[in-house]
C-alpha cells in the first residue's frame, strides 16, 4: 500500500509544481490559532512518509528523494505559497560534480511574501535537508534502507508545519518568509551550498536562517541550540522559550564542541555569507546513520514543541524593524571558523 501511494504521488506532485494556485486558501487565524496547527499527529503522518521504505532512505540523487521533493513541493503549493525555484517552479535544481549535466538534484523552495512595504523585501529562512544515505549495508535483521527518520525527516516536517502555521495567519508577518528544503547534505551540504550561492532574493536581503536537523530524539524537555553565543539570535531562543513555559523546553548551548556540529549541517552555508543563523539539534542516537532510524522512534510530541518554539522565534525575527545582528566577537570567530575574510 505504501510503495503504491509513493509512486502515485510522484507524478501527481510532479505535475503541481507550477504557481497555479488550485487548492482552496487555508483558514486565517490568530497567532495561538496558528501554532496550534503544528501537532504530534502531523509530525507522525509527515516523518512516517517521508522515511517509509519506498522513498529508499532518499539518497542524493535518487527515485526516492525525488518523491520527497514533489511531496513537498505539493504540500507548499496546498498553502498558496509562491513557487521560489526554477522557471516558476518549486524546485532548484542543482547539478551534481563530475556527473554530466541531465543528472541534477532538488531544493525545493518557497516564499511566503511579507506585509510591510519595506521590510518585505527581508526575509528570514527555516531550512532542513531532506535528504538521507539511501540504501547500505543490511543490519542484523536484515534492513538494508537507511530511512532517515530523525535525520531528517523530522526537520524536513518541521519545514512544512512552519509553512502551514505561517501561512494559516491572518495578518501576514512584515518580513517575508522563506521555506527551503535541500538535497545533498549527506553528501557534504551541497544542496544548501548551491543555494546560498544562487538564492532567489538577494543574498543581503537575507536576515537570519533558522535550520532544523534532528529534532526528534533523546531528552524530551530541551533542545539544543548551536551558534546562540555568535549573535542576537542566541539570547532570543532563550528569552523565547522562558516566555513560553507551556512549551516544557529548555534552550542549551551545544553540549558537543568537539564534534563540531557547526560545520556539519545546512546553516554553515548561510554564517559563510555573514547570515546569522541557528542550528536546532538534538543530538546524535544510537540509530544515527542506521537503518533503524525508525519512524516508531521518534517523540513526535517534542518534534512538534520545538517546531512551535521556532515558529514564536522566527514570528519575532520576522515582525521586528530591526534585524538580528553579530556580536563584535561573534562575527569575528565565524569569519575565522568559516574561513572567510
Given amino acids: 500500500?505504501?510503495?503504491v501511494l509513493a509512486l502515485f504521488l510522484l507524478p501527481s506532485c510532479v505535475g503541481a509544481q507550477n504557481g497555479?494556485?488550485?487548492a482552496a486558501e487555508p483558514p486565517r487565524m490568530g497567532v495561538p490559532e496558528a501554532v496550534a496547527t503544528i501537532t504530534p499527529v502531523d509530525f507522525r503522518a509527515r516523518i512516517g512518509f517521508l522515511a517509509d521504505d519506498a522513498l529508499r532512505g532518499?539518497?542524493?540523487?535518487?527515485?526516492?528523494l525525488e518523491v520527497a521533493a514533489a511531496y513537498i513541493a505539493s504540500?507548499?503549493?496546498?498553502?498558496?505559497?509562491?513557487?521560489?525555484?526554477?522557471?516558476?517552479t518549486y524546485l532548484q535544481r542543482w547539478p551534481l560534480e563530475g556527473s554530466d549535466s541531465t543528472l541534477t538534484a532538488p531544493n525545493v523552495v518557497a516564499i511566503l511574501r511579507g506585509s510591510d512595504p519595506v521590510l518585505a523585501d527581508t526575509y528570514v529562512v527555516f531550512s532542513a535537508h531532506m535528504d538521507h544515505v539511501g540504501v547500505g549495508a543490511p543490519d542484523a535483521s536484515g534492513d538494508s534502507i537507511y530511512n532517515g527518520a530523525d535525520d531528517d525527516a523530522s526537520g524536513t516536517s518541521a519545514v512544512i508545519e512552519l509553512a502551514e502555521a505561517f501561512a494559516s495567519l491572518a495578518e501576514t508577518t512584515p518580513r517575508s518568509l522563506i521555506f527551503l528544503t535541500v538535497s545533498g547534505e549527506e553528501r557534504g551540504l551541497l544542496g544548501s551550498e548551491y543555494f546560498a550561492e544562487h538564492p532567489p532574493v538577494p543574498a543581503e536581503s537575507i536576515v537570519a536562517n533558522i535550520n532544523i536537523d534532528m529534532i526528534g530524539r533523546n531528552s524530551p524537555d530541551?533542545?539544543?541550540v548551536i551558534g546562540q553565543e555568535y549573535s542576537s539570535l542566541g539570547p532570543l531562543a532563550v528569552s523565547t522559550a522562558e516566555a513560553y513555559p507551556?512549551?516544557?523546553?529548555?534552550?542549551?548551548?551545544?553540549?558537543w564542541p568537539e564534534e563540531r556540529f557547526f560545520f556539519r549541517s545546512d546553516h554553515f552555508h548561510f554564517a559563510r555569507k555573514e547570515i546569522p543563523a541557528l542550528?536546532?539539534?538534538?543530538?546524535?542516537?544510537?540509530?544515527y546513520h542506521k537503518p533503524s532510524d525508525h519512524v516508531e522512534r521518534i517523540d513526535v510530541d517534542k518534534a512538534a514543541r520545538i517546531t512551535r518554539l521556532i515558529f514564536h522565534i522566527g514570528h519575532a525575527i520576522a515582525t521586528d524593524p530591526e534585524p538580528p545582528r553579530w556580536t563584535d566577537d561573534g562575527l569575528?570567530?565565524?569569519?575565522?571558523l568559516t574561513g572567510s575574510r
Wanted: hydrophobic residues 30%; proline residues 9%.
Fill in 279 to 287: 542550528f536546532f539539534f538534538t543530538g546524535v542516537h544510537e540509530d
Fill in 332 to 336: 569575528e570567530q565565524i569569519r575565522q
Fill in 58 to 64: 532518499r539518497g542524493t540523487p535518487s527515485p526516492g
Fill in 246 to 255: 507551556e512549551l516544557r523546553l529548555t534552550v542549551g548551548p551545544d553540549p
Fill in 222 to 224: 530541551s533542545a539544543v
Fill in 75 to 88: 504540500e507548499f503549493r496546498s498553502l498558496g505559497l509562491m513557487p521560489a525555484g526554477d522557471g516558476e
Fill in 1 to 3: 500500500m505504501r510503495v
Fill in 20 to 22: 497555479r494556485q488550485t
